[in-house]
C-alpha cells in the first residue's frame, strides 16, 4: 500500500492536533512550521479534514485547528479516505483473461481491500501516540 504524501501531512499534523490539548486550536502556521511542511499546502488538507468531520476550525487571533472527536474515536481510515476518498479496489484486467478467472481475480483483490479498510478503521490516532510516561517518572 502505497500513501500519498499529502495522506502523510494529514494523519501527521492530525497525530500533533491530537497530542495537543483537547479544544485548544492550534494554527496552520505552528502545524506546518513544527512538522515541517509547506503552509500552504496544509490548509488545503486541513480544511478537507474539517469538511470531513474530523478537524475543527476557530476563525480569529486565537483560532485554529483541533480535533473534533477525542483521538480514541478517530480512525487512520477515516484520515486516509478524507484525503484520497472512499478506499476501492479497482483492477483493470487483461482482455487475455478468462472470465472465471477475472472474477475470482476481482473477488481475491476485493477481499483484500475490505480487510485492509478494517484493519485501518480498527487503528485510532490514539494508538499511534507515545505512551505516556509511568506515573512518578518526570520527562525530558
Known amino acids: 500500500m502505497k500513501l500519498s504524501r499529502t495522506v502523510a501531512y494529514a494523519v501527521q499534523a492530525s497525530l500533533h492536533l491530537a497530542r495537543s490539548e483537547p479544544h485548544i486550536p492550534i494554527p496552520c502556521s505552528q502545524l506546518a512550521s513544527e512538522g515541517r511542511m509547506p503552509e500552504r499546502f496544509l490548509l488545503q488538507i486541513l480544511r478537507n479534514l474539517v469538511a470531513r468531520g474530523i478537524l475543527s476550525s476557530t476563525r480569529g487571533v486565537d483560532g485554529g485547528y483541533s480535533l473534533e472527536r477525542p483521538?480514541?474515536?478517530?480512525?487512520?481510515?477515516?484520515?486516509?479516505?478524507?484525503?484520497?476518498?472512499?478506499?476501492?479496489?479497482?483492477?483493470?484486467?487483461?482482455?487475455?483473461?478468462?472470465?472465471?478467472?477475472?472474477?475470482?481475480?476481482?473477488?481475491?483483490?476485493?477481499?483484500?481491500?475490505?480487510?485492509?479498510?478494517?484493519?485501518?478503521?480498527?487503528i485510532k490516532l490514539?494508538?499511534?501516540?507515545?505512551?505516556?510516561?509511568?506515573q512518578g517518572q518526570k520527562t525530558a
Open 71 to 122: 483521538a480514541d474515536e478517530v480512525s487512520l481510515l477515516e484520515v486516509i479516505e478524507a484525503i484520497d476518498g472512499p478506499m476501492i479496489s479497482t483492477l483493470p484486467l487483461s482482455e487475455g483473461l478468462p472470465p472465471s478467472a477475472q472474477d475470482r481475480l476481482r473477488e481475491a483483490i476485493n477481499e483484500v481491500t475490505e480487510h485492509t479498510r478494517e484493519q485501518l478503521a480498527a
Open 126 to 134: 490514539s494508538h499511534l501516540l507515545p505512551a505516556p510516561p509511568p
